[in-house]
């Protein structure tokens, strides 16, 4: 089970942190996103091993993390409103895969983050 947390409502250039209550054995976890009206897209991932991964559009803004519980968190920073978007916490259970295009086990209930201008 995945529990996200942390959406709201920010300015353009503001931050966000997101966070992610795992239950501690995923191999892979990872944020996604689904702008209104657009597909679902993977936005980045952490392995167990700490090995990250992020889609280009948010390389140097986005950083992923996890704690020593091995929950995930996502802290956003210089967002823009092109970063709205409800946000999906995804997990893979069994490894080695684990990339922006890997088949996701399990699903949050999403967190809204929406940035105005």
């Known amino acids: 089970q995945l529990v996200e947390s942390g959406g709201g409502s920010v300015q353009a250039g503001g931050s966000l942190r997101l966070s992610c209550v795992t239950s501690?054995?995923?191999?892979?976890v990872g944020w996604f996103r689904q702008p209104p009206g657009k597909e679902r897209e993977a936005v980045s991932l952490?392995?167990?091993?700490?090995?990250t991964i992020y889609a280009d559009s948010v390389k140097g803004r986005f950083t992923i993390s996890q704690d020593a519980a091995k929950n995930v968190y996502l802290q956003m920073n210089s967002l823009n409103p092109g970063d709205t978007a409800m946000y999906y916490c995804?997990?893979?259970?069994?490894?080695?895969?684990?990339?922006?295009?890997?088949?996701?086990?399990?699903w949050g209930q999403g967190t809204q983050v929406t940035v105005s201008s």
């Open positions: 995804a997990s893979r259970t069994v490894g080695p895969y684990c990339a922006l295009d890997m088949g996701v086990d399990y």
């Open positions: 952490i392995s167990r091993h700490g090995k």
């Open positions: 501690g054995v995923e191999f892979c």
